[in-house]
T-cell receptor
Framework: TQLLEQSPQFLSIQEGENLTVYCNSS?????LQWYRQEPGEGPVLLVT?????EVKKLKRLTFQFGDARKDSSLHITAAQPGDTGLYLC????????????FGKGTHLIIQP | NAGVTQTPKFQVLKTGQSMTLQCAQD?????MYWYRQDPGMGLRLIYY???????DKGEVPNGYNVSRLNKREFSLRLESAAPSQTSVYFC????????????FGDGTRLSIL
């Protein structure tokens, strides 16, 4: 069974600060996705990273896939209250449609 | 666009009752999935359907059955509900049987008393 460990589980910071969320595994994934989930809603895809070492930017969010494709990070610059939510990483083993392996998530609160 | 629609949004059952959760997608996706989300556990895959006419077990299939009714619809059935099945259930779909972004519904919140 492939496992994805996310850290931290909870993070509360002030508006304007920077933060990094980590997603680690001992397994290799063919791709890794980051989702954001708001209360009462389903997860919404933010980004997919496929190549080892790949870096993708989405406005103030920077996503990186580790060289060995076992880990990933999400860095938010100058966090805003609108960034508040549950951030989930999810890995795909590749090949078939056997679903995604999700981390347990990081609950992020950005205080004004 | 509706995307992935789940019904009902909320349900309370008594232990031993049966129920079917419905899911429909309007994106012409081939693959569909059922997950459950529990506090501290993240999302766990219950069953998936790679394409119309096929279904396979995921990580936590015990106590559940599924039916891929057609390309649009994928239902999840609890034959004899147990308190351990209290959870939020999410249906998702993706374009093909290669890894694709998954599109999620807004969930069914199910309580088993």
């Amino acid at each position: 069974t492939q496992l994805l460990e996310q850290s931290p589980q909870f993070l509360s910071i002030q508006e304007g600060e920077n933060l990094t969320v980590y997603c680690n595994s001992s397994s290799v994934f063919s791709s890794l996705q980051w989702y954001r989930q708001e209360p009462g809603e389903g997860p919404v895809l933010l980004v997919t990273v496929v190549t080892g070492g790949e870096v993708k930017k989405l406005k103030r969010l920077t996503f990186q896939f580790g060289d060995a494709r076992k880990d990933s990070s999400l860095h938010i610059t100058a966090a805003q209250p609108g960034d508040t939510g549950l951030y989930l990483c999810a890995g795909a083993s590749g090949g078939g449609a056997d679903g995604l392996t999700f981390g347990k998530g990081t609950h992020l609160i950005i205080q004004p | 666009n509706a995307g992935v629609t789940q019904t009902p949004k909320f349900q309370v059952l008594k232990t031993g009752q049966s129920m079917t959760l419905q899911c429909a997608q309007d994106m012409n996706h081939n693959s569909m999935y059922w997950y459950r989300q529990d506090p501290g556990m993240g999302l766990r895959l219950i069953y998936y359907s790679a394409s119309e006419g096929t279904t396979d077990k995921g990580e936590v299939p015990n106590g559940y059955n599924v039916s891929r009714l057609n390309k649009r619809e994928f239902s999840l059935r609890l034959e004899s509900a147990a308190p351990s099945q209290t959870s939020v259930y999410f249906c998702a779909s993706s374009e093909s049987n290669r890894v694709q972004p998954q599109h999620f519904g807004d969930g069914t919140r199910l309580s088993i008393l």
